[in-house]
């Protein structure tokens, strides 16, 4: 992939200590009605109830877990795309929930997103050079023929031949989609870039250069990713942290390598059992952990641990009576039956 001009005109010239992005206490509740026309009852979907971290610049906060488990929700919310019911949200140490769209608007530069379907994401009647170049008019970075060289190196930038400027979105593959929602993202320069699974509709083949794309984009360009995604091998191929969430909370955060090596909450420890090892004698051999049950209903409120009907190593006493949090200093669990 060859260097374009454009990628030095927002590289990062200087390490920074504070957080780029930060999140307290997150909630996003959904209210909805239940019961019969007699007795009504009001509910309340807890999709995401607590979470919070810290992005630094520069780094890959990945976020695991089973669907419904929140993931997306939260991005959405970060992006002011939801209405969070409460806790904060801080870009670059300004606080961004419950602004207006307009309030927001001054933000939206530096915090982008790549969605899941690298097709439904993109407007079929918009040339490629439109999609890209939108973002550079709305924000006004360029215009006229400045507008499309920039739009052209951006294509570059990503994989993509400038010559393809004036083709639509259907005339590409899969991930040739893909890299144009990432050339999108990238034009108005962000900080931070939410990745909503982003390979998870490719081929494994193409996964991997899109993965190589990002880390690549990266390291020039000193971009922070939150990334979500199912498959535990691609979050550990490119994060730094690791976050696994389980019923709209953060159950573990710890550098990559530490919660791979030594995952110390049962979660966590069910979910790496369960990826498959490319040696038949190891893999016949090995004990997995079998979870028992379904995940909980999410408009349930838990006096204890949520996790504490499938646990098992559950302690009747304490874990469903009160709700253990998130602990520990490099390596957090909120979890009673570890040291740390």
């Known amino acids: 992939m060859s260097e374009s001009p454009s990628t030095q005109v927002y590289e990062a010239s200087t390490v920074e200590t ?16 239940r019961g019969s026309m007699f007795k009504p009852d009001n509910g309340f979907v807890r999709a995401v109830d607590g ?26 919310a970060i992006l002011n795309l939801v209405k969070p019911t409460s806790g904060e949200i801080y870009l ?5 929930d419950g602004l207006s769209p307009s309030q927001m608007r001054p933000h939206r530069a530096d915090l982008q997103m790549i969605f899941q379907d690298p097709f439904a994401s993109l407007n079929p009647r918009m040339t490629v050079g439109s999609i890209i170049g939108e973002p550079m008019k709305i924000f006004n970075l360029a215009s006229g023929s400045d507008l ?5 190196r ?20 899969g991930g040739q989609r893909q890299r144009i929602g990432i050339a999108r993202a990238l034009a108005v320069r962000p900080k931070v870039i939410i990745c909503d699974e982003p390979v998870s509709a490719l081929d494994v083949s193409i996964q991997a250069q899109v993965v190589n794309l990002l880390m690549d984009l990266q390291q020039k360009l000193g971009l ?26 953060i159950v573990e955060l710890a550098k990559s390598e530490d ?8 979660y966590t420890q069910a979910l790496l059992s369960a ?19 379904e995940v909980p209903s999410p408009d349930i409120v838990y006096q204890g641990c949520p996790f504490a009907d499938r646990c098992s190593i559950v302690d009747d006493k304490l874990c469903r009576h009160t709700a253990p949090t998130l602990e520990g200093d490099d390596h957090q669990a909120s979890c009673f039956k570890v040291d740390g």
Not at 18 to 27: F, T
Not at 148 to 152: A, F, R, S, T
Not at 156 to 167: A, E, F, M, Q, T
Not at 279 to 292: A, C, T
């Open 92 to 96: 670059n140490g300004k606080r961004i």
């Open 148 to 152: 499309k060289l920039e739009v052209m």
């Open 51 to 76: 979470v919070s971290f810290d992005l630094m610049p520069g780094e890959t906060l990945g976020l695991v877990g089973e669907s419904g488990c929140g993931k997306s929700t939260t991005a959405k």
């Open 259 to 266: 919660l791979y090596r030594t995952p110390k909450h049962p």
């Open 275 to 293: 990826i498959p090892v490319p040696d038949p004698d190891i893999e016949r051999k090995r004990q997995r952990i079998m979870l028992e049950g």
């Open 154 to 173: 951006m294509m570059d930038v990503v994989g993509l031949n400038p010559r393809y400027i004036n083709r639509y979105p259907h005339e590409f593959s």
């Open 18 to 33: 504070s957080p780029v992005l930060s999140v307290r206490n997150l909630k996003v509740h959904f209210p909805f009605k």
């Open 224 to 249: 922070s990713y939150v990334f979500i995604a199912h498959d535990l091998s691609v979050i550990r191929h490119l994060s730094h942290r690791v976050g696994v969430m389980y019923l709209g909370r």
